[in-house]
């Protein structure tokens, strides 16, 4: 249990800090739309290991909370889904949006999965 609800928002800002960080590190490597498809992915297989492992509230809400949930980027997601839409179609950008959508939950069930295997 953490001890304070100060000491919670330290956790979830310092994982935010470094969630955000590793995400704009991704940006300048990856461009477009797979930077996109790719935090979200492997964020959602960091967030599958992190809700799936016994580390306590402490280590869940700097990891799970904070870094996962800086590093994915909802909104970088839906901006792309629209711009797809406007310059490809909608037929594309439903197609990327599925992609997202289905790359992200696999990932997030296979680090669930992976962790269970190992502590289960």
Known sequence: MIASPLLATALVGGGGA??????????????????????????????????????GSAATLLFGVGYCGAF??????????????SETGTRAAASVAATNLTAALAAFLLGSYLVAGVFG
């Open 18 to 55: 470094l969630g955000a960080a590793s995400r704009h590190a991704v940006g300048l490597r990856v461009e477009g739309r797979r930077s996109v498809l790719l935090v979200n992915a492997v964020g959602s297989l960091a967030l599958g290991v992190v809700s799936a492992a016994p580390i």
């Open 72 to 85: 994915t980027t909802f909104s970088s997601f839906a901006v792309g889904t629209v711009r797809a839409a």
